[in-house]
């Protein structure tokens, strides 16, 4: 491998871990009040970059998602939908996830940047509380972090990392799974009062994944039906539940990374419009005037996103 190639290599694994690599959201850290700028140095020295380097590579990801987010808008599908979402100015949405939403590029990052084009003047705030690697059974684990937020809504992407196989051993047993989902649910609606969208894990692309996480002595794997399978327990359970696997299953490996596991930018947009068409359609009681928001997307120009 040359000098440059060695290079690129390695302006790839930062800006991978960019993505994915938030320090400040282990429950420990987030449990004293650290914040992204307090172990920001320690990130930047991890990499071996400079802390202005760090800042900038974040920068050019929150560009990247306000751009996404403005292509997404001209879908006049998507515009169209805008104008019935459940949301109301000002409140506070938990994007409760692994790293489907921890991603710095993530569907969550990208609803915030939609709903600040969406309401003018005091548009919802979208907390990103997805940790890379998370479980159902992390999750619980955190929720008091979560329901200190005071949010009025928790969007839920789950389900993933339940399904994985090191070797041939699955980490947890279906009913495992479908036992924490029904505690997420009872901790948050129930106890915390606040209202939970939830969404099925997207699909992956199997061979893609098995091959890109090859370590010695553990072999990752995920299994398209044991996706499917979390899917179907969470819809039968929930009639407002959003399904991702079905509609992205076709183009799967076309929106996501090379490890075939995370979406690419253009794969969370895809994401998010699959969340924003279906959320607008749902029965939400008391979500009063819905169809009355004062939204400012009704002027954007019609068009198709990618």
Not at 54 to 61: D, N, S
Not at 156 to 166: E, F
Not at 184 to 190: A, D, E, G, K
Not at 232 to 242: F, N
Request: aromatic share 4%.
């Amino acid at each position: 491998m040359s000098a440059a190639q060695a290079a690129a290599v390695s302006h790839a694994a930062r800006e991978w871990r960019v993505r994915f690599v938030h320090p400040e959201k282990a429950t420990e850290l987030a449990r004293l009040s650290v914040g992204e700028s307090d172990v920001a140095p320690l990130v930047a020295d991890a990499l071996g970059i400079a802390v202005a380097e760090l800042e900038a590579q974040r920068a050019e990801a929150r560009e990247q998602v306000r751009a996404s987010a403005r292509l997404l808008l001209e879908d006049h599908e998507v515009r169209a939908a805008c104008a019935h979402l459940p949301f109301r100015p000002g409140q506070t949405i938990v994007a409760l996830g692994d790293s489907l939403t921890d991603d710095a590029l993530s569907w969550a990052h990208q609803l915030n940047a939609v709903l600040e084009e969406v309401y003018p003047d005091d548009p919802p705030a979208v907390v990103n509380a997805g940790r890379s690697g998370d479980t159902t059974a992390d999750v619980i684990d955190r929720l008091d972090l979560v329901l200190a937020r005071e949010p009025d809504w928790v969007i839920q992407l789950l389900g993933t990392n339940d399904v994985r196989h090191h070797g041939g051993r699955r980490v947890f047993s279906p009913g495992q799974t479908g036992t924490n989902f029904d505690t997420i649910q009872h901790i948050l609606v129930t106890l915390g009062g606040t209202r939970l969208i939830r969404m099925t894990p997207p699909p992956v692309a199997a061979p893609a994944v098995e091959a890109a996480t090859a370590v010695p002595g553990v072999r990752l794997r995920w299994q398209q039906e044991d996706l499917a399978r979390v899917g179907r327990h969470l819809m039968r359970s929930d009639a407002t539940v959003i399904d991702l696997h079905a509609p992205l299953l076709p183009h799967a490996r076309a929106l996501l990374d090379p490890d075939g596991l995370h979406p690419h930018i253009v794969g969370h947009r895809a994401i998010l419009r699959v969340f924003l068409l279906s959320v607008a359609t749902l029965p939400w009681s008391g979500a009063d005037d819905v169809n009355e928001l004062p939204i400012a997307v009704v002027g954007h120009h019609e068009g198709a996103a990618s």
